[in-house]
């Protein structure tokens, strides 16, 4: 019996120790910085407030974030770029 302890101890630390690493690996990228939160609280619109009251910041920032990212713009089928503040469509 002494011996299956000796050998059963350390295995399950190790397993152990490798569910706690991928554990925190995870939470080391879920985490917010300062920066982010001074950010949100600054611009978040009142919807995005209301899930992180409800949801949590998890949801809220990724609503947040959604908002934030720059729209792509798709090219028009003429092969023509788009200008940013120019008119779009035939010109008169």
């Known amino acids: 019996m002494t011996v299956f302890l000796v050998l059963l101890i350390p295995l399950l630390l190790m397993v152990f120790a490798l569910l706690m690493e991928r554990l925190e690996r995870r939470l080391k990228s879920a985490t ?3 920066a ?3 950010e949100f609280l600054d611009t978040a619109k009142p919807e995005e407030v209301n899930t992180l009251i409800r949801e949590g910041w998890t949801k809220a920032f990724a609503k947040f ?3 934030r990212r720059p ?7 003429d092969g023509t770029r788009e200008t940013p503040g120019a ?5 008169l």
């Open 36 to 38: 982010d939160v001074q």
């Open 32 to 34: 917010v910085s300062e």
């Open 71 to 77: 729209r792509l713009r798709r090219r028009p089928k």
């Open 65 to 67: 974030r959604l908002r």
């Open 87 to 91: 008119p779009s469509g035939p010109a």
